[in-house]
């Protein structure tokens, strides 16, 4: 049996499908999150228009131009996209600039596993996010934050009275030896 709710007679009358931020929900488009939100009324939930769901029926769908009017609605926030929370991207933002203070710090273990399971997603999806977000791999940000530790090693002990090998430069910097710097990122 199919549950059916009403929809509010406000903004029946206007036709969802000629507004132009249908095309917006329509496209998923992220850049529109915060400015306006939809409701559909046969599944009796409120979305963010970059909403992962399938596209409703715009005869089932109202478009508010505030939270508190799809709240308003009766309807249920979407569980996959979290309307009434943060957006997906500032979720991922702060779980990859969590992992990147990890990683500068050497703290823990700094596997794509381990960081994984510190930022609580599985492995792959870790992956694909921190790529997303940062351009790079997390081994890549590893082995780069690496290379600045060796460097700013080195430079410091280029002064004549603080002259340090190699060898004693790298190990701060999170290598084993200076041709081989570990990485497991």
Not at 79 to 98: T, W
Request: hydrophobic fraction near 30%.
């Amino acid at each position: 049996m199919t549950k059916h709710f009403p929809i509010s007679t406000a903004h029946a009358c206007e036709p969802v499908a000629n507004d132009p931020r249908w095309a917006r929900v329509v496209a998923r488009d992220r850049s529109v999150d915060g400015k306006f939100w939809y409701s559909v009324a046969t599944t009796g939930i409120y979305c963010r228009p970059s909403c992962p769901s399938r596209a409703a029926n715009p005869k089932n769908v109202q478009i508010h131009t505030t939270l508190a009017q799809a709240r308003a609605t009766g309807f249920r926030p979407c569980k996959r996209c979290n309307p009434d929370g943060p957006s997906a991207e500032q979720e991922y933002a702060s779980i990859v600039a969590h992992a990147c203070r990890r990683i500068e710090l050497g703290d823990g273990e700094l596997s794509l596993a381990g960081l994984a399971r510190g930022s609580g997603l599985s492995a792959g999806h870790f992956h694909r996010i921190f790529k997303t977000v940062t351009g790079v791999t997390p081994k890549h940000y590893a082995s780069a934050r690496r290379a600045a530790r060796l460097r700013e090693g080195l430079s410091r002990s280029n002064t004549p009275s603080r002259r340090r090998s190699m060898m004693q430069a790298s190990i701060p910097a999170g290598g084993s030896t200076p041709s081989r710097p570990t990485c497991s990122a």
